[in-house]
């Protein structure tokens, strides 16, 4: 079972329960998509991993060659290339690696070399619980995280018989898409504002579009009215689990704890959204671990 | 124009929040949403008149014209973003294809097109038409879009345009470290990164700083919902010391901020622990912007 957590604003709780999730399953593999600000590996704290660089592809000039017909930069629509004071030059962190300049370059002047723009980090087990995470880091300063997330798949690949958990960036552009595209269920969090009702929306929007199966959780619930609770009832839209505003699972979790694994309370719980879903999914057959 | 643009690498820290409390405390006549994203700025931000809307356009995206093409494979080989497949016959997936127009270039039966792509809408908030009194700039990217610079880019563009006579502006900026948030920085004159108490968001602070300091030193950095974690505040402020970054701000948390939110207003229109904090902040953030310029 592949199943993708996302949200579409930022802090909703993607990370709190696509941790506390893979973590009640048994033998699970957790991927990290946020490659811009992941945090999964703060809460497994893994002690042995495997770690490699992501490269893209990218051009360089021999001047030498180069007789200035500056068709490479007029074919560019990144604008990554530019001439300036009679010298070609390359614009890193705006080229997308497509390799049309090298390819149509008449002079032969423009060859491919790999730049790094972050790593990989592949971790067979946790010390804090039985999961074994992919997790990259996007370079600062560096325009896509694409090339990494890519990667992270790739390196996953092996691994298509377990559980996946997959935590998605913020958002809904093609980073999300991404992140979700092989997902069998994905799950959408959401918390009690306006801006939640709002990012949602978005979200909803995505998976519908990729005809993915689909519920909501609730964060952060508070008495009172919650406008996110509304949009799903009027959209028909399941309701899996509503998390209560909690100090004490707060204070866990910004201190990258794992609930499910300090309080019995929140391992039933967790237990129980991740059977939900596999019902949903009319997946039986697995079997879960006691603590 | 002075621009101060908030970050936090982190989502949900109260980037809008913050945002939304300075627009209305410097009566602001300018400022904008960069989170194209997933905006929320005009949920609390924006008034009763109707905005302009313009498309947004990406860059034009390879179409294969079934009739002309010839099934040779060149484009699906040459394509680095896989965005070709031949499963019943050579097609382009919108979604993967950047618009490098390469196959387009290389197919030798001229089936390749480039066609225009609506990527989005970009709306422009004018609070009378005929002045620049106010203005408020937004868009929204279409979902599954390529995370988009170049729209965030023009969302600064449209409110520099509009207001070109104001001397403050506040924007609103995306989570994350990548391509938009690295647009929004261009031009930005002081940057408010807001975190949070919790050992996820000191990390991702740290990379925003660093992604941050790449294009500016203008940097400062305000805690939220400080006393949910004092240990990890504390951690906040040895990494403010030990990177010479200015704390201009902790604000307390209160649920009375989520209350504000959801009736539409910021945390200055009621009276709360959370909004006298932000005042505070504010305060410090301007003395912190206006100081070099000696204005």
Redesign the interface.
Same mark, same amino acid.
């Given at each position: 079972m592949k199943l993708s957590v996302l949200s579409?604003?930022?802090? @909703?709780g993607k @990370?709190l329960i696509t941790v506390n999730l893979a973590s009640v399953a048994e033998d699970s593999v957790y991927i990290d998509c946020?490659v811009?600000?992941p945090?999964a590996y703060?809460f497994f704290e893994p002690k042995s991993f495997k770690e490699d660089i992501v490269a893209v592809?990218s051009p360089r000039v021999d001047i030498n060659l180069c007789s200035a017909c500056k068709k490479c930069l007029e074919?560019c629509?990144?604008n990554a290339l530019a001439y300036i004071k009679d010298k070609l030059l390359v614009f890193q962190?705006l080229c997308?690696? &497509?390799?049309?300049c090298s390819?149509?370059c008449p002079d032969k002047a423009i060859t491919e070399t790999d730049r790094p723009i972050g790593r990989v980090m592949v971790c067979q087990t946790s010390p804090k619980a039985p999961v074994s995470l992919y997790t990259g880091f996007?370079d600062?300063?560096?325009?896509?995280?694409v090339p990494i997330i890519n990667r992270l798949f790739d390196e996953a690949k092996n691994e298509a018989d377990k559980d996946i958990f997959i935590d998605c960036?913020?958002?809904?552009? &093609?980073?999300?898409?991404d992140s979700i595209k092989e997902a069998d269920y994905c799950i959408l969090v959401a918390?009690? @504002?306006?801006?939640g009702v709002?990012?949602l929306a978005?979200?909803y929007?995505?998976v519908r579009?990729l005809k993915k199966p689909h519920g909501v959780v609730l964060n952060k619930c508070?008495e009172g009215?919650n406008?996110v609770e509304a949009f799903c009832q009027d959209r028909g839209i399941k309701v899996l689990a509503r998390i209560p505003f909690d100090?004490k699972l707060?204070?866990i979790?910004?201190?990258?704890g794992i609930a499910a694994m300090e309080d019995k309370k929140y391992h039933e719980f967790f237990l129980s959204l991740l059977r939900i879903v596999k019902e949903e999914l009319g997946c039986e057959r697995a079997t879960y671990p006691k603590r | 124009m002075k621009e101060l643009l908030i970050l936090s690498?982190?989502? /949900?820290?109260g980037k =809008?929040t913050i945002a939304s409390a300075f627009i209305k405390l410097s009566q602001a006549r300018a400022y904008a949403d960069c989170d194209v994203?997933?905006p929320?700025l005009h949920?609390v931000a924006a008034w009763d008149t109707k905005p302009d809307r313009e498309d947004y356009y990406g860059?034009p995206l390879a179409e294969i014209d079934k009739d002309l093409c010839i099934d040779c494979g060149i484009c699906k080989d040459?394509c680095?973003?896989d965005a070709i497949s031949d499963k019943d016959g050579y097609r382009v997936n919108p979604?993967?294809c950047?618009?490098?127009?390469?196959c387009a270039?290389?197919c030798p039966a001229k089936a390749i097109r480039m066609e225009a792509n609506l990527a989005g809408d970009m709306y422009l908030y004018l609070e009378d038409k005929a002045s620049t009194d106010k203005v408020f700039s937004t868009a929204q990217?279409e979902? /599954?879009? /390529? =995370?988009?610079?170049l729209l965030v880019s023009q969302v600064k563009k449209r409110m520099r345009q509009a207001a070109s006579g104001v001397d403050l502006a506040i924007i609103d900026g995306? *989570?994350?470290?990548?391509?938009p948030v690295?647009a929004s920085l261009s031009g930005a004159d002081m940057v408010l990164i807001v975190t949070? *108490?919790?050992?996820?968001a000191i990390?991702?602070m740290d990379?925003?700083v660093?992604?941050a300091k =790449?294009f500016t030193d203008k940097l400062l950095v305000c805690i939220n919902r400080y006393d949910?974690?004092i240990e990890?505040s504390n951690k906040i402020r040895t990494y403010c010391s030990f990177h010479n970054l200015p704390l201009v701000g902790q604000i307390p948390f209160d *649920?009375l901020a989520?209350k504000a939110?959801?009736s539409?207003q910021t945390i200055v229109d009621i009276e709360c622990s959370a909004g006298m904090a932000v005042r505070d902040l504010f305060t410090k953030t301007m003395e912190e912007l206006y100081r070099e310029a000696g204005k």
């Open positions: 579409g604003k930022g802090g @909703t @990370t946020d811009e600000e945090n703060l592809k074919f629509n990144f962190e997308h690696s &497509c390799g049309a390819i149509l996007l600062p300063g560096e325009a896509s995280g960036p913020p958002g809904s552009s &093609c980073l999300v898409m918390e009690p @504002t306006i801006f709002h990012n978005m979200v929007d995505l579009l508070v009215e406008p100090k707060g204070e979790s910004s201190n990258a | 690498g982190k989502g /949900g820290t =809008t994203d997933a929320n949920l860059l040459h680095r973003f979604y993967a950047e618009g490098c127009g390469l270039y290389l990217l979902i /599954g879009q /390529g =995370t988009s610079g995306s *989570p994350g470290i990548g391509c690295i949070e *108490p919790s050992l996820s990390s991702d990379r925003i660093k992604t =790449t949910t974690n990890n *649920p989520v939110i959801n539409g």
